[in-house]
């Protein structure tokens, strides 16, 4: 594993972890949408 790699897994960690704050604010508040989930396939 190269440099790069480590930092695009650090990378998609943190996307995650923000993610799974964005969907406890949103569901928290009431306002929740899955079309602003990020990395979810979007339905067509």
């Known amino acids: 594993?190269?440099?790069?790699?480590?930092?695009?897994?650090?990378?998609?960690?943190?996307?995650?972890?923000?993610?799974?704050?964005?969907?406890k604010n949103q569901l928290a508040t009431g306002k929740f949408s899955i079309a602003e989930l990020p990395g979810l396939p979007r339905p067509l």
Not at 8 to 22: H, L, S, W, Y
């Open 1 to 23: 594993m190269n440099t790069l790699d480590i930092y695009i897994e650090k990378g998609r960690q943190e996307g995650i972890e923000k993610g799974k704050e964005q969907v």
